[in-house]
């Protein structure tokens, strides 16, 4: 139950983030204390205002709010498919953030869109896909591919599900990383990190020698992560 005090204080700090939007250290500010309201209680719902807000300033924020929340998210789902289509590259990125986190066999086309963004022009948000592929659930992973349309990223996603399903295609995880177009690659890269262990990162070193940005980057940071 929330009381009318920290209602209150939501309500305030909605209010300023909208009034704001153009004041770095104001908007970061309440970000930040809206974010702790939110998760004492505050209704998650409030953060429609902010979402639909029609001012491009005051995405970004909406969408970080949404992506630090993680399962307390999931009544704004619906949400999420304009996110995922927004020109900002912030709000795409953070919006793959809250799918990981919240998706299940409901959101197949949810997820759908975040293995197409897969192709997307913008480096970051082919690395936030990458992640997203490598730990997704075989659940979600499933609920996208039967989402998607046939053609190259279902045929992907579907080879990626066999990877863990089945027994992997080690050399085809190779071919695919050394000799696919970059979305094969990025795909293979994510089985190539999800197949890896402590005792064997041959494939993610395969991975960060491979001339793609995102993937190199991804591969090599698995690599450097502590045991």
Do not use: C
């Amino acid at each position: 139950m929330v009381g009318p005090m920290q209602a209150q204080a939501g309500e305030d700090l909605i209010e300023r983030i909208r009034t704001h939007p153009d004041d770095g250290d104001i908007v970061g500010v309440a970000a930040n204390d809206l974010l702790s309201e939110l998760y004492a209680g505050y209704p998650v719902e409030n953060l429609t205002r902010l979402l639909h807000s029609g001012d491009d300033r005051i995405l970004p924020t909406a969408a970080w709010l949404l992506s630090e929340l993680a399962e307390l998210a999931e009544p704004l789902m619906d949400e999420v498919p304009a996110l995922l289509s927004s020109p900002i590259r912030t709000v795409r990125y953070d919006a793959i953030a809250v799918v990981l986190e919240n998706a299940d066999e409901r959101h197949g086309p949810i997820v759908a869109q975040v293995m197409n963004l897969s192709g997307d022009p913008e480096s970051a948000i082919r690395w936030k896909v990458l992640e997203f592929l490598t730990e997704a659930s075989i659940e979600q992973l499933e609920a996208g591919a039967s989402a998607l349309p046939p053609g190259q990223v279902r045929e992907l996603a579907e080879w990626l599900i066999l990877q863990d399903t089945e027994e992997p295609d080690l050399p085809g995880i190779v071919i695919r990383l050394e000799e696919g177009d970059p979305v094969t690659r990025l795909f293979a890269a994510a089985a190539a990190a999800s197949l890896s262990d402590e005792q064997d990162t041959s494939l993610l070193q395969r991975a960060a020698l491979v001339d793609q940005e995102e993937i190199r980057s991804f591969a090599q940071e698995r690599l450097d992560e502590p045991e």
